[in-house]
């Protein structure tokens, strides 16, 4: 198995892993949305995220971290 955090794409509205495996043919995805912080992601701010952007179409911190820890779990 492999799994991919998907790069951001201009405005985003998810946060999305796409887990491979080598005895499927279609790959399958998890896909994140939501805003409980309110704070963008570090994705976010280096694609050059400003605060007079707004969170509209933003990728969340949490959200972010959430899908980090579960890459890492399945890598394991």
């Given at each position: 198995m492999?799994i991919?955090?998907?790069?951001?794409?201009?405005?985003?509205?998810?946060?999305?892993?796409?887990l491979?495996f080598?005895?499927?043919?279609?790959?399958?995805?998890?896909?994140?949305?939501?805003?409980?912080?309110?704070?963008?992601?570090?994705?976010?701010?280096?694609?050059?995220?400003?605060?007079?952007?707004?969170?509209?179409?933003?990728?969340?911190?949490?959200v972010?971290?959430?899908?980090?820890?579960?890459?890492?779990?399945?890598?394991?």
């Amino acid at each position: 198995m492999s799994i991919e955090l998907k790069p951001l794409d201009s405005k985003y509205y998810e946060t999305e892993l796409v887990l491979t495996f080598e005895h499927l043919r279609d790959p399958i995805y998890i896909r994140l949305a939501g805003m409980p912080t309110g704070y963008p992601s570090e994705r976010e701010v280096e694609n050059g995220w400003e605060p007079e952007d707004g969170m509209n179409h933003v990728e969340d911190e949490l959200v972010y971290q959430v899908a980090l820890s579960i890459k890492g779990y399945l890598e394991c």
